[in-house]
């Protein structure tokens, strides 16, 4: 029997829909829902009753949101700032993995490695934007590589992490059934570590949005962090808190698509 192409095609549909039904009945989801209408209402009542003199209310917010959206270097602020925080991330992910792995597999590259990576760790990315600015050609530069140090260090201490909470019976039992090095590797430490490895890109992806918006504010000339600079020496409260708006949304959405995509590679953790 031949099945229908076109109940095929509609099953994936059906999928979004009971996942946003259950979504809608879902007690947590509503329980959110009222504590952001409470942080509105109270914030709203206090601008009423003269308590907040300088920030605008939530009404006036969404009254001049439209106005911000209208410029026309809003839509490029969120261009010029994701491409940032992206590639400063990708870089920071990719290389923190590449030396993170060696050094959890191998006692002696991490007791000679790791002490270097220890004493830079604290430094905050912020510290290095005056030799940051002296080093590479362009701000554009600069920016990618503040964005960088915010993210390499949380992902490779987690990677490191993930490595060392492997439990060593597995690993026993594995060599003593004759598995290779490789299937040690891919059967083992991978799946074994993936879990602290989306722990470290979760947190790292908001920390790159943190320094970036630092380092636009410092030393760009564009982006969202150079947008609600802006907004502050135009004296444009609503512009401000737009840009923070905007800052805080570009956050959350980065962490919801890395989560995602953990969930689509590791399939065997429960929600």
Same mark, same amino acid.
């Given at each position: ?62 009254? =001049? ?22 590639? !400063? ?60 140090? =915010? ?68 030393? !760009? ?21 737009? =840009? ?28």
């Amino acid at each position: 029997m031949i099945a229908n192409p076109i109940e095929k095609s509609a099953v994936p549909s059906f999928s979004w829909r009971n996942k946003l039904a259950r979504r809608l009945r879902s007690i947590d989801f509503w329980q959110g829902v009222l504590g952001i209408a409470t942080f509105l209402l109270v914030w709203q009542v206090a601008r009423s009753i003269g308590l907040l003199h300088v920030v605008p209310g939530p009404l006036e917010v969404v009254r =001049g949101t439209p106005d911000v959206m209208r410029q026309s270097d809003y839509l490029l602020s969120w261009t010029n700032s994701s491409k940032r925080v992206f590639f !400063g991330f990708v870089i920071a992910a990719v290389l923190a993995i590449t030396i993170g792995v060696p050094m959890g597999m191998s006692r002696k590259f991490k007791d000679m490695v790791f002490p270097v990576f220890e004493v830079i760790r604290p430094i905050p990315p912020l510290a290095w934007l005056p030799i940051s600015i002296l080093f590479w050609p362009s701000s554009e530069m600069t920016m990618v590589y503040l964005t960088f140090l =915010g993210a390499f260090f949380p992902i490779l201490i987690n990677v490191l992490a993930g490595i060392d909470n492997i439990d060593i019976r597995y690993i026993q039992a594995a060599l003593s059934l004759g598995a290779s090095k490789r299937s040690l590797f891919w059967k083992i430490l991978v799946p074994g570590a993936l879990p602290s490895l989306f722990t470290g890109l979760t947190i790292a992806v908001a920390i790159t949005w943190e320094v970036v918006i630092a380092a636009e504010m410092a030393s !760009g000339d564009n982006g969202l962090g150079y947008l609600t600079w802006n907004a502050y020496m135009s004296h444009s409260m609503v512009g401000i808190l737009v =840009g923070m708006l905007s800052i805080g949304i570009a956050g959350i959405v980065s962490s919801l698509m890395v989560s995602w995509f953990g969930r689509r590679v590791m399939p065997w953790l429960k929600k």
